[in-house]
């Protein structure tokens, strides 16, 4: 029949190995000397051997102990690890995240993400670049813990934490605009633009206000993505508006001569940060998406006071 272990019992033993004595292993670990004779009492019998003989000049190890208590030393490593473990599990600082990013953000995301992992050394990332309705997809059906996607379409699949940009209007070097504080749609006024397709949430509003203030909206070229919008600005082929996310990672680079301006009226960019509504969600999961919210929080309030 196999003993029961008693992990208690196995730290007193290793108490008494480390302090010789049965008094010394007391004080150390608070307890009396009768309790841990008693529990050094109990492990032997459950183990079937003698660990220690006592005689007169006091408490003498057998054979027997000296191995066991190698033995010993690895059980209480590995569940000091397993207690680490759980401690870590239990406040979301280990495991494995799967995240899902729109191509728009894809440029801050993984800077944020390995702030959290150098705060988390335990925690494994998978991060990938799709479109949004695709990250929404796979976020509803639990292939993605997490998405980071333009305006949700299928919220009712979805927990979703909204964050609202206000768009710049992006001038190329030398436009006569570039004096402005801020650019008008009347500004814009058949100048040649550069937009991101009609059913894009951002150009539907510019041609809204076109249509609004009686502007003639020319649109010159269209793509998929702000970053590329705003090199063709660059190169000189238009103006468009753009996401000050895009605007901030553009800046940085030696080659732009791109001028941003504040646009009004208003247009927005919404983006939302999305989990799961239907399947289960780790706790590293929730300890991202809270530091996450937090970083997008602040990054939306410096946009702001810019």
């Not at 609202?164 to 100048?191: H, Q, Y």
Request: charged letters at 25%; aromatic letters at 6%; hydrophobic letters at 40%.
């Amino acid at each position: 029949m196999i003993p029961k272990i008693n992990a208690k019992q196995l730290y007193i033993f290793q108490e008494v190995m480390g302090g010789g004595s049965i008094s010394k292993a007391a004080r150390r670990l608070g307890l009396t000397q009768p309790a841990v004779s008693t529990a050094i009492a109990n492990l032997e019998s459950d183990m079937g051997f003698l660990l220690f003989k006592r005689n007169h000049y006091g408490t003498e190890m057998t054979i027997e102990a000296k191995s066991f208590s190698e033995g010993v030393e690895r059980v209480l490593t590995a569940l000091n690890n397993l207690e680490e473990l759980a401690e870590n599990l239990k406040h979301g600082r280990v495991g494995k995240l799967q995240i899902g990013c729109m191509p728009g953000l894809s440029t801050i995301t993984p800077k944020i993400a390995a702030r959290f992992m150098r705060d988390n050394p335990e925690v494994k990332l998978s991060l990938q670049t799709f479109p949004s309705r695709k990250v929404e997809e796979w976020v509803a059906a639990g292939h993605f813990d997490l998405g980071i996607v333009e305006r949700p379409q299928s919220k009712n699949e979805l927990e979703v934490f909204s964050y609202k940009f206000e768009m710049l209007c992006a001038l190329p070097e030398g436009s006569m605009l570039a004096a402005r504080d801020e650019i008008t749609i009347e500004d814009l006024d058949d100048k040649p633009m550069i937009t991101l397709g009609d059913a894009h949430q951002t150009t539907m509003q510019l041609r809204s206000l076109a249509n609004k203030h009686d502007c003639q909206l020319n649109v010159v070229a269209e793509t998929q993505l702000f970053p590329s919008a705003i090199a063709l600005v660059n190169e000189g082929v238009g103006y468009a508006l753009i996401d000050p996310v895009t605007a901030m990672e553009y800046g940085k680079r030696s080659d732009s001569q791109v001028i941003l301006r504040p646009f009004r009226p208003l247009v927005e960019f919404e983006v939302a940060i999305i989990l799961p509504k239907f399947h289960l969600v780790s706790r590293l999961c929730r300890h991202f998406q809270v530091a996450l919210k937090e970083e997008f929080d602040h990054l939306v309030q410096s946009l702001i006071k810019e």
